[in-house]
């Protein structure tokens, strides 16, 4: 961990020049950002995965430090970096494209890592790197092709399966009507944002746990997705109880702001049941190939 009083050491200068270069540049998005996209709630997350991506990065903030500096001759990498991150920020900023200034953060922070400590500080952060992609706002046309699709294959399994418990239920399209109550699924409860939210939640969580087994990660990177899915489903079905139990005003008060709760609550749960799963599984087959 990085010691605070020689953070201001001599020798880490050139940190702090780019530390304030980005900063100067980088703030007004940032601005932005927690003005507008960060504001809704389909991709509130980002503020969390900036926060998270800082956190990761910080912890490895010694083992940076203690890079090798990058040689001039070896420094091109770097500089090509840094010139295409400022860039994709010049056109982003000038056509007021969110998603282009963001990844264009990215894109500069390797390239200033490379520059100051090589190649070998962005292999060993590449997982806040690579984390830093979900604060990225996804384009509108690709959210609008992905979202309808999801919402309407969420309303139909939670309809199913609330009839299935019993209860009055019918759906045309992404419209359920439980009793006398009619709801429509939002992007917010099941769209593309949410998967992106939980994807990113799951693989965290991978990088926290830190698997041995190649095949346990991989095998539960690949199922968050329909994880991610079934927390979707458990949040529709959430909602539309508590609306059919306590009426309209519970189901878009307080309550729905909860449901969103249940939702990472429920992909946590699945997640970590499903890597128990995987690591009996994992046990079984060793013990399989020893015999």
Not at 16 to 31: D, Q, S
Request: hydrophobic residues 55%.
């Amino acid at each position: 961990m990085l010691d605070i009083k020689s953070a201001f050491a001599p020798h880490r200068q050139a940190w702090w020049i780019a530390a304030l270069g980005l900063a100067a540049l980088y703030l007004p998005t940032l601005r932005d950002l927690f003005s507008t996209v960060w504001a809704t709630d389909e991709q509130g997350h980002g503020p969390i995965v900036l926060g998270l991506s800082v956190w990761l990065i910080w912890r490895k903030w010694s083992q940076i430090d203690q890079e090798a500096e990058t040689a001039p001759e070896q420094a091109w990498g770097g500089w090509a970096l840094l010139a295409l991150g400022l860039l994709l920020y010049l056109f982003g900023r000038s056509q007021r494209i969110l998603s282009a200034q963001t990844f264009s953060a990215i894109l500069s922070l390797m390239g200033v890592l490379w520059l100051v400590r090589g190649r070998g500080a962005i292999k060993s952060l590449w997982f806040p790197l690579f984390f830093m992609l979900f604060m990225v706002p996804l384009p509108a046309a690709l959210v609008d092709a992905v979202t309808q699709p999801m919402k309407l294959a969420v309303s139909s399994v939670a309809s199913d399966v609330m009839y299935a418990l019993g209860y009055p239920v019918a759906r045309t399209g992404v419209i359920l009507q439980v009793g006398p109550y009619q709801l429509l699924v939002a992007d917010a409860c099941a769209g593309l944002h949410t998967l992106f939210t939980l994807e990113a939640m799951g693989l965290l969580y991978l990088n926290v746990v830190r698997h041995s087994s190649v095949f346990r990660n991989i095998a539960l990177a690949i199922l968050i997705v329909p994880i991610s899915f079934s927390a979707n489903v458990v949040r529709v079905i959430a909602l539309s109880l508590i609306t059919f139990h306590f009426g309209d005003a519970a189901g878009q008060g307080f309550l729905h702001g909860f449901a969103g709760m249940v939702l990472f609550m429920s992909a946590l749960i699945l997640i970590i049941a499903t890597d128990t799963l995987l690591r009996s599984a994992t046990d079984l087959l060793a013990r399989r190939s020893r015999a």
